[in-house]
């Protein structure tokens, strides 16, 4: 088809509509063809190229699953509160709190007021990270020749600024994020040992326990060492749900986490959210 006039550019778009690529948003969510969830409660599907990038805001109560398809995904994840972008993802605060380096099933995603974020709802990986961030332009620019955005090696940060960009938030909004399934250990010297992938198909689980913007660059772990770019696609799969309440299990898993949604629900309360 000739796309040498409007006419024919125009004709050309058209053409595309229902064309379905490897790595592309679904619009509606609802037409993905295998939804995890009751049918008509998909939200988000998309499916994330390596080197790419993604965001959303979610409902409180949102559930958000993860998949690494291939086994060469690394999906660095940003959260902030939707209306309140100055509470966001804290991943020392994370940490600390819970006594524990490791992400995992049962554990909370914490912002610095001592909120809860988001819960770990299921997980089958188990190779995450919460202690080294993601890829900077210097470091990508060092290793693979560029890190910039439009470049064939774009580093995570770059990424998570343009992600930022089109949700009002600023370079300096961006706090260290949060690694799934690129796993990294603490060795007794406290050398960090990179552990990589635990192969394609699985997954994680988040529930949304306030209204969060979401960002997530696919790029490589900073650690990774082989010389290769390597960054396979992500899936990306969102459902409405019901948030954390007590009596649910996680709600009373330890007296840290207890806290944490005690102080989420009192700031919800009050400002007549729950």
Known sequence: MATA??????????????????????????????????????????TVAGGNYTHKVLARGTELRLTDLRGDACAHLLLHVADRPWERLNTADTVKVQWNAYLGEGRLLLSDQGRVLASVVTDTSGRHDALCGTSTLVRN???????SPQSASPAGRELLKLAALKNGLEPRDLPPSLSFFQGVSVDED?????????????????????????????????????????????????????????????????????????????????????
């Open 141 to 147: 620019t060092e290793r693979y020749g560029d890190g």
């Open 5 to 46: 006039t409007t006419h024919g550019a125009r004709a050309h778009a058209r053409a595309q509509e229902g064309t379905r690529a490897e790595a592309m948003p679904v619009v509606p969510a609802a037409d993905w063809p295998a939804p995890p969830c009751e049918a008509g409660h998909l939200v988000w599907a998309e």
């Open 190 to 274: 406290g050398a960090l040992d990179f552990t990589g992938s635990a192969g394609p198909g699985t997954s994680v689980t988040l529930r949304a326990e306030q209204d969060l913007t979401v960002l997530i660059a696919n790029v490589p772990h900073p650690l990774d060492p082989r010389t290769d770019y390597t960054s396979s696609p992500l899936e990306v799969l969102a459902w409405r749900a019901a948030p954390t309440r007590r009596g649910d299990p996680l709600w009373d898993a330890t007296p840290e986490g207890r806290r944490a949604f005690l102080n989420t629900a009192e700031h919800l309360a009050a400002r007549g959210l729950a």
